[in-house]
């Protein structure tokens, strides 16, 4: 079969299973699917560059999908009164002392012999630098989460329009992603996947427990958005006019109205983030990723930095993940960081680029859209499958055990889908040329 035949065929079939969808279930159903099936596609773009363009196995997706949520509310909230002068600039002169001391005891150990002094001299700044910085910071930190604690007790954000937060949201991941891989990157790659995953779950506690910084687990709801309000549309003569046209009635009309604008929104940024993927792929910049990632030692003996060149296409991969993460807040309407599971929804993301092809962009965005359209639909047809089949038993222990381990049946799909794909087709759907 022609590759383009069927590469078109595959994506046709997502296609055609949300429509189903739709047909037999909801439209705002399909649309919801539509949308986080976007979402996911970017995230699966980030990771496939990290992992397809250099085979760097980065496990700590969620860190930087986090990072971006975080930025919607840092940029899209309004600021909350009177944080700033209680406490806020309190908390930004202890973390610029925290870095500061941090800073200085690095100056010290690459500038000074080596031997016990230096030893001391660093530790005496740790440890001075430490206690200075909690006083400071922990005086600010008490101040701002003690103004309204019930609906803010934190500094709040720069009330500017939210679409700005994807982009930011990209930059904060690209920040804190070029920290992590001056760290990291020297690691072998199990010994990466390792350190992501923890820098990750440093990361989630952090949104968890710094209540100044985003509410932590009170969480943040009632986020700006760059769509209507369904309830202002429903109150629209003209769109209730245009709604009853198509034979809808205002509510129905209002929430399919919604969505198809996030997809909208969301279907430019991954079109946008595809073809710079594909041209990056394309460029001799491209090709000198792949060959680090096929023959590092190869590739240094030509001359290539191979760690420079992995620090960046890890910032890329990081900031393509914040700004998915800044867009999934912003489809959610609030911050939640107890629903950012690392392990769980790492997997998922790594599925998706496994399944759809590593090394090829239009797979990991057909991965994208698959595996999230499974995860959500899988429950419920288990469910129908699991009641079908017990529908002959009478009431008790085993139907009941049964009927619960529908629950169970996303993650055995999964797993069942990633083995069949690497046993019969172990490049993926789409795979790289």
Known sequence: ???????????????????????????????????MGLISAIMALGVNLQWGF??????????????????????ATPPTQGAWGAGGYAIVLGLIMGAATITAAVLVYQRMAKGRLRVFTMLAILIVGFYLFRAVFDSG????????PASAGNIGGLGLPILLAWPVGGLLAAGVAWIIGKVALGLRSDYLAIATLGIAE?????????????RGVKNVIGLPRPVPFEVDLQRDPQFVERAAGFGMDPVTASTIYVKLEYAALFAVVLIILLWLAQKALNSPWGRMMRAIRDN?????????????????????????CGVAGAMMTTLDGQLTPGTYQPLRFTFLVWVMVIVGGSGNNFGAVLGGFLIWFLWVQVEPMGLWLMSTITSGMGDGALRSHLMDSAAHMRLFTMGLILLLVLRFSPRGLIPEK
């Open 54 to 75: 250099a085979g760097l196995f980065n496990v700590g997706v969620m860190g930087f999908v986090a990072l971006g949520g975080l930025a919607t509310v840092l940029i």
């Open 1 to 35: 079969m022609n590759e383009m035949v069927k590469n078109t065929g595959l994506f046709a079939l997502v296609a055609v299973l949300i429509v189903i969808t739709g047909i037999s279930q909801s439209w705002n159903t399909a649309l919801l699917i539509l949308n």
């Open 202 to 214: 440093i990361i989630i506690a952090v949104l968890k427990n710094e209540d100044w910084l985003a």
């Open 296 to 320: 590092e030692v190869a590739a240094e003996a030509m001359g290539k930095d191979v760690t420079r060149r992995h620090l960046q296409i890890f910032i890329l991969g990081s900031a393509i």
């Open 141 to 148: 930190v008490s101040t701002v989460e003690a103004i309204n």
